[in-house]
């Protein structure tokens, strides 16, 4: 009697001669990269205080535009409160600023030296880069809001001066639309 050994049926092996599934690998993290890229930029604005300091440098300067430009009678009051936190806002990047020389003063961390920042301190400039932005936005907002509140009334004084008795600038005379 001679005994027959059944083999399972397990899946082929591949041959070394066709490596094509390893292309697959890269490809994947190159898309698992570039997809998650959009997402890592909106979780992490930025990660130095120079980054953090250029955004401050802009919101400055956006909010000297809204101060030359925005009529004081109308929006006095939130452009002081655009004023005072535009002030917390640089007292907290000095502040950040501080923290990072004093990090540098007792030890350079290897982040530092190769990637250019410090771990500790990346929350709280995230924290204060948003705050930076979401203020530049409130002035934009309040410059936008000023230049509405200025062209309206012009609009709707050119437009009775160019037709009288009527609301819109849209002509209805039959004669003229031929």
């Known amino acids: 009697m001679s005994t027959l050994s059944t083999v399972p049926n397990l899946p082929p092996v591949p041959d070394g001669n066709s490596p094509t599934y390893l ?19 909106s979780r992490y604005p930025c990660f130095t205080t120079s980054e953090l300091t250029v955004k401050e ?12 430009n925005v009529s004081l009678v109308r929006f006095h ?26 990090l540098d003063r007792k030890s350079r961390s290897l ?26 936005r409130d002035i934009q907002a309040l410059v936008e809001s000023d230049i509405q509140y200025r062209f309206r009334p012009e609009a709707v004084n050119s437009i009775e001066n160019r037709h009288p008795g009527h609301s819109s600038p849209i002509r209805t005379d039959p004669a003229r639309s031929k």
């Open 57 to 68: 440098k802009k919101a400055i300067e956006v909010y000297k535009k809204a101060r030359a």
């Open 77 to 102: 009051d939130e452009l002081e409160d655009k004023e005072h936190r535009l002030s917390d806002l640089k007292r907290k990047v000095s502040q950040i600023h501080l923290k990072e020389l004093d």
């Open 23 to 41: 292309l697959y690998i890269p490809f994947a993290i190159s898309l698992l990269v570039t997809a998650s890229w959009p997402y890592f930029l």
């Open 111 to 136: 982040w530092m030296i190769y990637l250019g920042f410090y771990p500790s301190l990346i929350s709280e400039i995230i924290a204060c880069y948003i705050k930076v932005d979401d203020l530049e």
